[in-house]
């Protein structure tokens, strides 16, 4: 290696590339090369360790000798050198977010500008540094006190005094501030005490201070308070020795603010603020607890954000603004006497925090008249009983929401004590429906009934009804008060139908398909397009078996059926089988009732052959019984009716006859609407149930529009029995069997029709 190259050194190296320890060991041993007092001097070409005894320890660092100079390179001294140094590596730590050491390697550049006089560039290094200190908030307290010496001297040289007041105060640490709720909870509109707590740490030899004023700051629902300081005439109990000094402070609102009205009670004006009137002179080694109490106004989390302190000094003033929150705990409370007792802490241990809860309401909300149980399609009526049991005039906005998702909601109204609906309903796509009403001027004590008209929906559903009262007492407008109460309403069916059709057999001729008189359509006394139906007519019995699923009687005013809507050409036609029964009565939980109606449908063109298909539901009028009020109407399904006309088809009926006795009289219908001329072969099957006396088999030629009618005497072998006949109709030109259809009072089962053999026939 040649004289000109510089000397490998590890530590060299590192400073240059600076690592986890590297400005640590740059700095001591750059401290130990400065200070010694005698340097070696080595000839040109001469080896320091050939000439010079070693007496240094090289194993960690390079001699002094070889340090200095290597070190200088840096730099143009040996000041600058180690500036670039620590700089760097506060660079480096930086980067990895190593604040605190960025933090120790600041103070070393500081106490380097020291250690060389350079005054103002150690005071532009330590200013910021201890204003933004992780040391304080860790309790670092032996690193942090070497700052706020560092940083004295400084502001002494520089002739800073702000700074240099401030930072003598927290040497001094002359008082803190600490506040505590006296409950773990509270409520709007109730009166919260809590205490601010003042303690000085000074010398016993030291002059009292005086705090000028304290401001107290919120997050949540509570004013801020200000407190400002009068001195006391009487003695205090620190003039008298004693340790703790415990005041009452009366809060009230600032002259500035007073007579401020919100200008709406459901917009309260700004939170504003309270002050009040303190002794605040603070002796040496003494507390001073400032007892107070505030009414919170909104419901939610509480806690103190900031306290700041106002010291008045000879020729200066000092703010102290207290933002940690681990600073602010109270571990005690203190009462009268100077007894303590242990803080009432939040869930979360903070005594400077607390949960405010909504004021409890006295306004009385109940419903009455609503029916345990409701209907669809019901009118209602319920009332709303409002009482004020509060000890202050109130006004009141009453709401009343449906709660529920549905298509058809039911709608609410109010009524007016002449019964006139006077609604204002309010609907979100989310199933609720709003109605709101006003009441002024609610005196204490008094009560009034307010009606309400409900409509329940056309379909079975499940709501919540919620009253809701938002009041304002006429002392605290600022101050919302909420009262609620909840009601389930279930709309449901009160009736369950079973409906069935059965073919009937028609008397009246067919018309003769070769005797069709060719006229033109005619209408129906001039009315345009309501043509007169001149096709085949098919007869239905409709027997519909209501059975009520009420909780109570109902009065069944009348039960019809609606036609609402007919395919295909046709005219449908129904009329009532049971006219005089069954039209004003009472059903009872659990009863069943049968009603009986015919089904005309009658086709307007006679060549139409398509099969037409009725849509038809069951009207009900009824009310719960003993009720006065309009009756309700219920639409109750029935299952689709398809006539087919242009297929041929058998019916049968049956009746007693009276000679020989017990004899049965079977007619059979085989009906062809086709166009077709159709050959049918009709055979009856012998049975172990009866005898018979008719055609055993024979052949039948049906042109078209036209019916064929066989009779069959049975006599049954049997008693209180169902008994079977089986007629065969085979269709020989599409070659099918035709299926047999009872009439009304026969039966069809999987065997074809049956007929009921009575017991003493």
């Given amino acids: 290696m040649s004289s000109d190259e510089e000397p490998s050194n590890p530590l060299i190296d590192r400073l240059r590339s600076p690592d986890s320890a590297a400005w640590g060991e740059a700095f001591a ?30 194993y960690i660092c390079a001699e002094p000798a070889v340090e200095l100079p290597l070190l200088i390179r840096n730099g143009p001294d040996e000041y600058t050198a180690l500036l670039r140094t620590l700089q760097r590596s506060a660079d480096h730590f930086s980067e990895r977010d190593q604040m605190r050491v960025v933090e120790l390697i600041q103070f070393e550049q500081a106490k380097l500008h020291m250690q060389h006089g350079q005054w103002k560039h150690a005071m532009r290094v330590l200013l910021p540094l201890w204003q933004t200190l992780s040391w304080r908030k860790s309790g670092w307290w032996h690193l942090l006190e070497e700052v706020d010496y560092a940083l ?63 401001k ?18 009487a003695p205090t109990d620190n003039d ?29 004006s700004s939170r504003g603020s309270l002050s009040g009137l303190a002794d605040m002179t603070l002796v040496a080694g003494c507390t001073t607890i400032l007892a107070f109490t505030d009414v919170p106004r909104h419901a939610g989390e509480v806690e103190v954000s900031s306290i700041m302190s106002i010291i008045q000094g000879k020729n200066f003033d000092l703010e102290i603004i207290a ?56 009118t209602m009526m319920f009332i709303v009983d409002v009482t004020n049991e509060e000890e202050d005039e109130a006004d009141i906005h009453l709401d009343i929401r449906v709660l529920g998702n549905s298509a058809e909601p039911p709608v609410i109204s109010w009524l007016s004590d002449d019964d006139n609906s006077n609604p204002l309903e309010i609907a979100d796509p989310g199933g609720r429906i709003d109605m709101r009403k006003h009441i002024e001027s609610f005196p204490p004590s008094a009560k009034q009934q307010h009606k309400v008209h409900l409509q329940s929906p056309p379909h079975p559903a ?4 919620e009253i809701r009262a938002r009041y304002y007492l006429r002392s605290a407008l600022e101050t919302p008060i909420l009262k609620t109460t909840t009601a389930g309403l279930v709309f449901r069916q009160p009736f369950e139908v079973i409906s069935s059709f059965t073919p009937t057999i028609r008397p009246e001729p067919w018309p003769n398909y070769f005797e069709i008189d060719d006229r033109e359509d005619k209408t129906n006394s001039g009315i345009e397009n309501d043509l007169i139906a001149q096709g085949l007519v098919q007869s239905w019995s409709l027997i519909s078996r209501m059975t009520s699923v009420a909780m109570a009687p109902l009065a069944i005013e009348r039960v019809e059926p609606r036609v609402t809507q007919v395919q295909e050409a046709a005219r449908c036609t129904i009329t009532d089988a049971d006219a005089d029964s069954l039209k004003h009565c009472t059903i009872l939980p659990g009863d069943v009732q049968e009603r009986h109606f015919g089904v005309d449908v009658q086709k307007v063109d006679l060549e139409d052959r398509r099969p037409t298909f009725v849509d038809i539901h069951l009207e009900v009028t009824w009310r719960r019984e003993g009720s ?15 006539v087919p006309f242009g297929e041929p088809r058998v019916l049968a009926s049956a009746r007693n006859g009276s000679r020989p006795l017990g004899v049965i009289h079977l007619d059979y219908i085989i009906e062809n609407p086709s166009i077709y001329t159709l050959t049918f072969t009709l055979t009856m099957e012998t049975s172990e149930e009866f005898a018979f006396s008719g055609v055993k088999s024979v052949t039948v030629q049906l042109v078209p529009l036209s019916r064929h009618f066989a009779r069959y005497n049975l006599l049954p072998l049997v008693k209180g029995a169902w008994i079977s006949p089986q007629l065969r109709v085979y269709d020989i030109q599409f070659q099918k069997t035709l299926k047999v259809n009872g009439t009304e009072g026969m039966r069809n089962d999987r065997k074809g029709v049956s007929v009921w053999v009575d017991a003493d026939g």
């Fill in 152 to 214: 004295q001297d400084c502001a002494g040289c520089v002739q800073d005094p702000e700074t240099l007041v401030a930072v003598q105060w927290e040497l001094l640490n002359q008082f803190s501030v600490g506040f505590a709720f006296e409950s773990l909870e509270g409520s709007v509109g109730v009166s919260l005490a809590s205490q601010l707590v003042i303690s000085s740490y000074a010398q016993p030899a030291s002059e009292p201070i005086t705090i000028r004023e304290v």
């Fill in 628 to 642: 006065t009020g309009p009756a309700n109407v219920i639409h109750l399904p029935i299952p689709e009716l398809a």
């Fill in 462 to 465: 499940e709501y919540v009804l």
């Fill in 216 to 233: 107290i700051r919120f997050e949540g629902g509570l004013r801020d308070i200000r407190i400002e300081h009068c001195a006391s005439e």
């Fill in 240 to 268: 008298r020795g004693e340790e703790t000094r415990l005041q009452q402070v009366h809060l009230r609102i600032p002259p500035s603010d007073d007579g401020i009205v919100p200008l709406s009670p459901i917009s309260p």
């Fill in 323 to 378: 933002t940690d929150d681990e600073h602010m705990q109270q571990d005690c409370l203190f009462l009268e006497g100077s007894k303590r007792v242990p803080s009432r802490r939040s869930l979360e241990g903070r005594s400077n925090a607390i949960r405010i809860l909504p004021k409890p309401p006295k306004l009385r909300l109940e419903i009455a008249g609503l029916e345990k149980e409701s209907y669809i399609n019901e």
């Fill in 29 to 58: 041993g750059t401290t130990l090369a400065i200070s010694m007092s005698t340097p070696v001097s080595l000839s040109a070409g001469a080896s320091h360790t050939s000439l010079v005894p070693s007496i240094w320890e090289t």
